[in-house]
């Protein structure tokens, strides 16, 4: 009966996906990369995007998608593990700094 009372569900779930979106972004290719990153977190237009990358609108468009979806198969394909040595707080600081990299100042 105690063991009942002691038994607390982890809070960490939510540190590994991050930690596994982060490993994930890292297989993608760069411009796939800069183009989910910048829409996804930086929350920048497709056309924004475009301007910075200095491209089409389209072509935005179909490298996000790409990214999607190559992201969504290592994620689903991937089962979740602890065993990433990149917490959660700097998991979030990758993708963070990744951004800083990416994007001029607004």
Do not use: W
Request: charged share 25%; hydrophobic share 45%.
């Amino acid at each position: 009966m105690a063991e009942k009372l002691l038994v607390v569900k982890p809070a960490q779930p939510g540190n590994v996906e991050l930690s596994d979106l982060a490993a994930g972004l890292q297989t993608l290719p760069d411009e796939q990369r800069e183009a989910l990153v910048l829409v996804g977190a930086g929350g920048f237009s497709y056309q924004e995007v475009a301007a910075i990358a200095n491209c089409p609108v389209g072509t935005i468009k179909s490298r996000v998608a790409r990214a999607r979806r190559a992201l969504e198969a290592y994620m689903t394909d991937r089962p979740a593990s602890g065993a990433h040595p990149i917490s959660g707080e700097r998991a979030t600081e990758a993708i963070l700094s990744e951004l800083d990299r990416l994007a001029p100042v607004r």
